[in-house]
């Protein structure tokens, strides 16, 4: 929901770009985000990550495509807030009615960050040879979370600005909300659409393997049941604690309203990057963390579709590859201890 209060005090003051602080009301519902997230201690390795990708397999096959999975780490930085951002506007009346134009302007606060992640272990099928070693870069993203105090449309008060090097950028929007207790795990479906749901058609071979042997990554804990790329969510909705107080929720989908993805000319002919519909879910645990606040939990589910080869179900258009990252962080260190940036030597 829009903050009326929040937005008069913004206009009331110039804009400014200072370091961001945990708990700044003037962040509304980002105001837990600044600092810098990892899988810290107690959440080591749970990033997991599954994509389908164009690949032309042996002849007579007609698979050509690959499914790779990723057991990984990350580290999330939000550090930056610029606040009372204006978004210029005006109201005109009917010219009939006699009222006066009116400015109706409307103020945003964002907060900066930059996501960097390493796998740890990964591996595909049918064997590329491509997957890579433990420690290799597989993401960087810079971006914006925008909290849109006022004038708002449909409720929706938060955005997400991202800009991938492969050439895409994304904007995303949706509503936050807060809740008591932990959050509730999607189910997702991490089949494609617009092809065969049928597992032991040789088509979906690759889903199938991962399916019957869940791949563990560096996991060598008895009884771990592993990633599934059929169930990707199903880790993540384990993995809930039992002593979650409080649970911020901030989604970003780009498909609404005036929401979504630019790819340059090669990731729209090969595999376009059509949609992106991700959550992030911020947990306030009954323990102590940094400065003796509650101690905070991140996880996240997110899902791009990725556009390539025309389906066979009768419908238009192009099967839809879902590529499923999911992760659980900790709060590790306030902004003013984040680096400038992060460094993932080259392997």
Do not use: C
Not at 5 to 17: F, G, N
Not at 111 to 122: C, E, G, R, V, W
Not at 123 to 135: C, K, Q, V
Request: proline share 10%; net charge negative.
């Amino acid at each position: 929901m829009a903050n009326p209060d929040l937005a008069a005090k913004l206009q009331s003051r110039y804009r400014s770009v200072e370091l961001a602080h945990q708990g700044d009301e003037d962040l509304g519902p980002l105001k837990l985000l600044p600092g810098v997230w990892k899988n810290g201690d107690s959440t080591r390795g749970r990033g997991w990550n599954m994509i389908a990708l164009p690949f032309a397999t042996e002849p007579g096959s007609r698979l050509n495509y690959r499914l790779l999975v990723n057991q990984f780490e990350e580290t999330l930085q939000f550090t930056t807030v610029d606040k009372a951002v204006p978004n210029r506007g005006i109201e005109r009346p009917n010219p009939a009615s006699g009222d006066p134009t009116i400015n109706t302007d409307q103020f945003v606060v964002t907060l900066d960050y930059q996501q960097s992640i390493a796998q740890l272990s990964a591996e595909d099928r049918p064997d590329s040879g491509l997957a890579g070693p433990a420690d290799l870069a597989i993401h960087h993203e810079p971006g914006l979370f925008l909290h849109m105090t006022n004038l708002t449309t449909n409720n929706l008060n938060v955005a997400r600005l991202g800009t991938v090097p492969h050439g895409d950028s994304l904007l995303g929007l949706g509503e936050a909300s807060e809740i008591d207790g932990p959050p509730t795990i999607p189910v997702v479906d991490g089949l494609p659409e617009g092809a065969t749901k049928d597992l032991n058609s040789g088509y979906l071979s690759p889903y199938k393997h991962y399916h019957d042997n869940p791949f563990n990554g560096v996991v060598t804990a008895p009884g771990f049941p592993g990633f599934d790329p059929v169930h990707p969510h199903l880790l993540l909705a384990a993995g809930i604690p039992n002593n979650v107080k409080k649970t911020t929720i901030l989604p970003f989908n780009t498909a609404l309203e005036d929401a979504g993805i630019v790819n340059i000319p090669f990731v729209v002919k090969q595999a376009n990057a059509a949609v992106m519909d991700s959550i992030f879910w911020i947990m306030e645990l009954d323990e102590p963390g940094i400065g003796g606040e509650p101690k905070l939990l991140m996880m996240y589910l997110q899902n791009v579709g990725l556009d390539f080869f025309p389906r066979f179900d009768g419908k238009p258009g192009l099967i839809r590859w879902p590529h499923v990252s999911i992760n659980v962080m900790e709060k590790v260190a306030p902004p003013e201890e984040a680096a400038p940036y992060t460094v993932i030597p080259q392997v």
